[in-house]
């Protein structure tokens, strides 16, 4: 197990859809308040879920707000998408941010995939293919800006690549993310690792320098030691308005706690 130094980690993603923004605070003010480690939004302009044009806020303007909302837990986006800033002006915005939370941001990252958000909002859809060349591109450029800041951001920001892909997606992530987060079952996570793991040893990086995250969406007892045993240390619950519901992640936290002693 790679990561079997690490503790484990629970995060919760409030989705910034179908409720208004206070709702949403007093959400990742409870979160914080029960121990979560992190607290993510996303990164769209309309609902994934529900009402396709239902109430729904940007990502990036409500994490500065959390920054001053919050004052323990990390924050950022699971995950931004690339496609809709400029990479000079993300890695600006990240260390913003950083700055206001006093280093409490996780630049969250992937290619993007919601055709919707790219039609209305004037960008190019392309393919799925040149968005994931587009985020390799735009990598090394993050990185290169965030060097240049003045003042600099308050630590190594941490960068989390969220996707599954197992040619490209995972070959970013073995050579540029602190944070792999995946989504599906034990089955699917562990075949996973093994490749990301393969493309750590082909660009020559140790695996145990990347935390592996995945979402979860059933009770602890259910995934949450198997997962644990193929290296898995940071586990989400995500959940929505117009109430957030937050019962199975405070399921997670006593499981977390658990095994952390």
């Known amino acids: 197990m790679t990561t079997a130094n690490r503790p484990v980690r629970i995060g919760v993603q409030l989705q910034p859809q179908h409720a208004d923004y206070a709702t949403i605070r007093r959400a990742a003010a409870e979160a914080e308040e029960l121990g979560v480690d992190i607290v993510f939004n ?35 986006a699971l995950v931004t998408c690339n496609s809709y800033r400029n990479p000079e002006l993300l890695a600006d915005m990240a260390r913003t941010v950083d700055h206001i939370s006093d280093g409490r941001l996780i630049l969250g990252i992937g290619s993007g995939w919601f055709e919707k958000d790219y039609t209305e909002y004037g960008y190019e859809f392309g393919t799925a293919g040149g968005r994931l060349d587009e985020l390799a591109a735009s990598l090394p450029r993050i990185e290169d800006r965030l060097a240049k800041l003045n003042p600099a951001p308050t630590r190594k920001i941490p960068v989390l690549i969220g996707g599954g892909g197992e040619k490209k997606t995972l070959r970013l992530v073995a050579k540029h993310a602190d944070i792999w987060h995946g989504f599906g079952d034990v089955e699917v996570a562990s075949r996973k690792v093994k490749i990301l793991d393969q493309h750590c040893a082909d660009v020559g990086r140790d695996p145990a320098e990347i935390e592996r995250s995945v979402g979860v969406q059933g009770d602890p007892e259910d995934s949450g030691s198997q997962l644990l045993e193929l290296g898995i240390s940071m ?9 957030y519901d937050l019962g199975l992640l405070r399921k997670w936290i006593a499981w977390r706690d658990a095994q952390n002693g």
């Open 42 to 76: 996303w990164d769209h302009f309309y609902p994934l879920y529900g009402d396709p044009d239902g109430l729904h806020f940007e990502c990036w303007t409500m994490l500065g707000a959390w920054a001053e909302a919050t004052s323990q837990v990390e924050i950022g």
């Open 235 to 243: 586990f989400t619950v995500a959940t929505g308005g117009p109430d």
